[in-house]
């Protein structure tokens, strides 16, 4: 069921803990936007896409969780496990930096998210290959796309904020995305040819819901005219044209290059329709 998106704070002993764990949010230059230099335009649109990035990084939040699940149950490597679990507080760290980037700019804006429908739960017949589609879909696909898009976003920004709300984001993205190769390092040599061939069919899947950000980026974002764009490009998010482009190179680069260089491929005809 859908509801409002919300997050609370409980303060005392679970702040501390949770503080001690990611102390940097605290040290960012947090109070320093002033938005009487911004057109109420822009400020409403960045404070809508940072409630969006709140709402994704609550999401990876829900997708670790399950990757580390997956992981347990399929008696992957000890320490690969640990690093996975250390994920989890980086992404309600980044939780924290999007919503208060949010309220920064003047607030939240509303937007329903359904709690139940939020990681993927694969349906498969056993736990190293719900370990094996979720990597994919979260390490592999999820964080290189989001990751990738944005270092471009990071590189345009120009208001200090978010630039170091970004570079503290992006800091453990890296490690995000680099768990799905060092993952795949491990169990491709466990994996029969159908079951390398099967996450090529779960790449396709996976692929299919980022493409509508270069396919029809009109659907995906409005476009504000030009002072408006310059605005935002300085409050961290890009052009709804050149972020098509970017998305576009990340899958590809990031994406579907080297996880053919492992196997993991899609067909021409998908290509075709992903791309073409
Ligand atoms: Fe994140
Ligand atoms: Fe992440």
């Not at 370990?131 to 964080?143: D, G, I, M, P, Q």
């Not at 169990?187 to 061939?197: F, H, I, Q």
């Amino acid at each position: 069921m859908k509801a409002p998106f919300e997050i609370e704070w409980m303060g005392g002993p679970a702040e501390h803990c949770f503080r001690k764990a990611r102390p940097s949010t605290e040290s960012l230059p947090w109070g320093t936007v002033d938005t009487s230099k911004f057109s109420a335009a822009a400020l409403d649109m960045a404070r809508a896409s940072w409630t969006e990035v709140a709402i994704n990084e609550y999401r990876a939040v829900a997708s670790f969780a399950e990757v580390l699940r997956a992981l347990v149950d399929t008696k992957a490597p000890l320490d690969l496990i640990g690093m996975t679990s250390d994920f989890l507080a980086d992404e309600c760290s980044h939780v924290e930096i999007a919503s208060r980037m949010a309220m920064e700019l003047g607030g939240a804006v509303e937007r329903m998210v359904d709690l139940d429908r939020f990681a993927v739960r694969p349906r498969t017949a056993n736990a190293f290959q719900r370990a094996n589609e979720l990597v994919l879909r979260v390490s592999c696909v999820a964080e290189a796309f989001a990751g990738g898009t944005a270092t471009v976003s990071y590189g345009r920004t120009t208001h200090e904020l978010p630039r170091q709300a970004y570079e503290t984001i992006l800091r453990d993205e890296s490690r995000h995305r680099r768990m799905g190769g060092i993952y795949l390092e491990w169990a491709l040599e466990k994996m029969d040819e159908k079951e390398v061939e099967r996450l090529g069919d779960v790449l396709f899947d996976a692929l299919k819901s980022v493409a509508p950000f270069w396919k029809s980026p009109s659907k995906k974002r409005s476009a504000p005219d030009a002072a408006t764009q310059d605005e935002l490009q300085a409050l961290g998010w890009l052009p709804s044209s050149t972020f098509a482009e970017v998305a576009r190179e990340v899958v590809l680069r990031d994406i579907v290059e080297p996880l053919a260089t492992v196997g993991i491929t899609i067909s021409e005809e998908e290509r075709a329709h992903l791309f073409g």
